[in-house]
């Protein structure tokens, strides 16, 4: 407690989380007193842990930022306390094993209940929002029951099952070096856009790695999404604000196009339909294909453009699901056209 107390009192801003094995009531007062962010006593899960400093650089974003709304996100986000880390005061009260399991059925509700809450504020009135291991997520893809997503700052590519309300991890694929701004999936291939290097790579999808095939130059400078229509890949270039249709490969362009989208972040085809997503504007465009690219409408994707650019985009079972970078949620809301 000594040290926190001097830690807090040198860099009051520096956030502070205590992991001990000593986890009585009067400890736990004292250090949240004394401005610990958070108070683990052993044996502990990972995941709340992981959530709490999650929780608190969102919190320290939010509280930087100088609208209402972020101010208020920031002030949600500190009253949500990780498990183990409330009540004290009422503990001490309590006898022991059967009380002890009221707590763990009331944090729990009170947990479960912030989430809900934080979920609100940071999307808006959606429908369900999915807590991701990583914070950088740089593409959304359906690919049957299969939900694939990738960060570019892991550097890794991620395959999800949707498993009774949860989004339950199955697979990690490691691609160091890669800087994923792109992910199709089309039946044993992945394709992915590597922005750095300027290239689309195709992978054949292994049962515990991706082998890669084919690494093709891409068709613009700086490529931000791909997407399979199920016949033919589609990529788009944020520096030309262009979206190529290819041909068998990658390398192949059968088809190119002008886009209003600053700069397009994923993109989904249904039937003649085309949905791009801006990441600058937070915009999601509705456009019709031809021999050129018609805007049928524009909608916006919600809070959050400026500090949390959109950066990944998918449709499946009337819903949308959507990321941002800079923050561990994957968003998925009904349908608003």
């Known amino acids: 407690m000594e040290i926190l107390e001097k830690i ?9 989380f205590i992991i001990t094995g000593f986890g009585h009531d009067e400890a736990i007062r004292r250090a949240m007193d004394l401005g610990a962010a958070a108070y683990f006593a052993k044996p502990f899960h990972n995941r709340d842990l992981a959530a709490a400093i999650e929780r608190t650089l969102l919190a320290k974003k939010f509280k930087a930022g100088s609208s209402l709304f972020e101010k208020r996100l920031a002030e949600k986000l500190e009253q949500i306390q990780p498990r183990g880390c409330e009540g004290a005061k009422e503990r001490r009260s309590e006898g022991a094993r059967g009380k002890k399991a009221k707590w763990a059925i009331a944090l729990t509700v009170l947990f479960l209940s912030a989430a809900v809450l934080t979920a609100y504020w940071l999307f808006g009135q959606k429908e369900r929002v999915y807590p991701l291991p990583f914070t950088h997520p740089s593409a959304v893809v359906w690919q049957d029951s299969n939900l ?11 395959r999800f099952k949707i498993e009774k309300g949860n989004a339950v991890l199955n697979m990690t694929y490691d691609l160091k070096g890669i800087h994923i701004t792109g992910l199709a999936v089309a039946g044993e291939f992945a394709y992915v856009a590597d922005s750095w290097q300027k290239t689309i790579r195709r992978y054949r999808i292994g049962p515990a790695s991706l082998e890669e095939s084919s690494a093709d130059p891409s068709p613009g400078p700086k490529p931000s999404c791909l997407y399979w229509d199920g016949e033919s890949l589609w990529s788009c270039d944020s520096a030309e604000s262009k979206i190529y249709r290819h041909g068998s490969s990658p390398s192949q362009i059968t088809a190119s196009f002008n886009v209003p989208a600053k700069s397009p972040a994923a993109l989904f085809k249904e039937k003649t339909r085309l949905w791009l997503a801006d990441s600058e504007t937070g915009k999601i465009y509705k456009l019709k294909t031809g021999p050129q690219i ?13 500090k949390y650019p959109l950066s990944g985009f998918a449709v499946k079972n009337k819903h949308f699901w959507i ?15």
């Open 148 to 158: 694939w997503l990738a960060d570019w700052l892991e550097q890794k590519i991620y």
């Open 8 to 16: 807090r009192s040198r860099y009051p801003e520096l956030p502070v």
């Open 323 to 337: 990321v941002r970078d800079g923050l561990g949620f994957l968003s998925a809301q009904k349908r608003f056209f």
């Open 294 to 306: 018609e805007v049928i409408k524009t909608f916006s994707a919600g809070p959050l453009n400026d």
